[in-house]
């Protein structure tokens, strides 16, 4: 078992700056990490992971704005979001599995309560 807590979460002017973070209950060394989001009204979908040895993927949408980050001594991850769009208002979720990264959310046993995002234009 491995559970999650996000931080960091809250209102944004658009062209501004986030960092949220994901703090796990144990060792994450193994795991690929990542972070999806739900808009309203939306599909949960994945915005960026990371695996075990620190190779990242990122949507499209969060390319070049967005960067995730480990730190395996601290089993925490990190969610870097800068340039920030009213589009990407949501509510964040940190995932976990054993393996490389995923885009499909049902390939993640873990999962945090999320973290709620909101940017104004």
């Known amino acids: 078992q491995v559970q999650l807590v996000e931080s960091g979460g809250g209102l944004a002017q658009a062209g501004g700056s986030l960092r949220l973070a994901c703090g796990a209950s144990?060792?994450?060394?193994?795991?690929?990490m990542a972070w999806f989001r739900q808009g309203p009204g939306k599909e949960r979908e994945f915005v960026a992971g990371i695996n075990s040895g620190g190779t990242t993927m990122y949507a499209d949408s969060v390319k070049g704005r967005f960067t995730v980050s480990r730190d395996n001594a601290k089993n925490a991850v990190a969610l870097q979001m800068n340039s920030l769009k009213p589009e990407d208002t949501a509510n964040y979720y940190c995932?976990?599995?054993?393996?490389?990264?995923?885009?499909?959310?049902?390939?993640?046993?873990?999962w945090g309560q999320g973290t709620q995002v909101t940017v104004s234009s």
């Open positions: 995932a976990a599995r054993l393996g490389g990264v995923r885009i499909a959310r049902k390939e993640y046993v873990y």
């Open positions: 144990r060792s994450i060394n193994l795991y690929a």
